[in-house]
């Protein structure tokens, strides 16, 4: 089929808007004058409507291939890159006050979170080892970009340098593994790929050790122990909106690589790269929800916390492999999706906390910050409690529901102690989650200062609440549609 087809364009029409859009927002901040000049992060925020009508549009579309394979249209990626769009922009209006105060409400800010947007949409649809990297790319190259976009201290500089260092060591890793299976099988397609695995013919140790440095790279972008030594840097020293796009959106676009190269492309591997999924989620597990007691720092605690929640996520992933039962695989790769939205859905809402509750001047960073809070603002203490709730898994909230199918799925696929470790760690989490509820709830106030919140953000704060507490009382709906894209995805 001809690059040029026009079937080819009307599967990537979502990318196509989106760069047009985000070339417009740094044109537009560049040449519009001084006394006219127009809201950028509001301009931002327009140009995600095109790529969302343009999605929606194709949702009923069957699936499809484009661009000779190399990019695959089908409802699993539709749902990713709706909730890519809701993410960035729940960030933009989360971040509108924050940004305006330290001088990050400018073009080329929001037009790197944009083509870091697009880097992740090529990514949720790639098909090909060269389109999972050039997305990758992309994403990265803006996001190091934007960390090191505020110089007003070290730490901001500091944080770039090691996301950029470590993450280009990753990205060697996921290269030479891409080679490598590049190599044994001849063709870059993920369908290729496959076969290739399934010929006798083919030389399987090659095959075998370009997957070793795919699930290693992999492991780094998800931030999954022993490749998460960038995370806590990382959203410690960047500005926390900048922090909140690489903990939002991204995660989304690194569950669709993680199964379209596992699932779609090494599948007859799967039995050797579940083990190296059981050892980095176990690992991610006691790591993450053990360090992140000794942490102070709000920030660093999240971070932590991530690296627990990507242990059940990589635990959803590893109970697919079940040989013989397809019905086992759809529900377990389903479990890691929804526990994915819902970790998303959560991050974005407790970012926003630190965000609205930062001034110029002050950066609400340190877990004692958020002392009183529910004096100060019943509504910001609340929705707060439901996502520490989440996360820990406590009924009624998404967190618990998430929790739970993972669990029944890695029951399932025989893994019965995974599941009972996987609960003693969650409930270890649970104590430094409950902290933040009871700093917020009964320690006497940090201060008096006026918690200034524009009516959008209060809107949207409120609905992220409700929905993680909604999505917790009758998430049969989210989970049916998690259900549904990956059996398509799994089918084609």
Known sequence: MSIMDNTNLLAALPEIVLLVGACMVIMADVLQSETRRISIDRLALGVLLFPFIATVWQFDWPAQYAFSGMYVLDDLSNLLKLCSYAAVAATIVYARHYDLDRGLRRGEFYGLA??????????????????????LELMSLSFYAMCGLRQDGNRPIEAAMKYFVLGALASGFLLYGMSMLYGGAGDLSLAGIARAFGDAQTNSGVLMFGTVFIVAGLAFKLGAVPFHMWLPDVYHGTPTSVTLFIAGAPKLAAFAIAFRLLVEGL???????QQMLMVLAVLSLA???IVAIAQTNF??????????????VLLGLLSGVVPGRDDVAAAAYSSALFYMLIYVLTTLGTFGVIQILARKGFECEEIADLRGLNRRSPLLAGVLLILMFSLAGIPPTAGFIAKLT????????????????????????????????????FDEPAGQDPIIMGSDARVLFGLNGAAVLLLGIIPGGLIAVCLEVIRQAMAT
């Open 114 to 135: 944009l083509f870091a947007l697009l880097g992740q949409m090529v990514m949720i649809s790639a098909s090909s080892l060269l389109t999972i990297y050039m997305g």
């Open 267 to 273: 599948t007859d591997v799967a039995f050797d790269w």
């Open 406 to 441: 993972v669990l029944e799925a890695v029951i399932d696929a025989g893994h019965v102690w995974l599941a009972v470790f996987a609960v003693m760690m969650s409930l270890v989490g649970a104590f430094y989650y409950i902290r933040v509820v009871k700093v917020a709830y």
């Open 299 to 312: 920030k660093r605690m999240l971070a932590y916390s991530t690296i627990s929640q990507v242990g059940f």
């Open 287 to 289: 790591v993450g929800n």
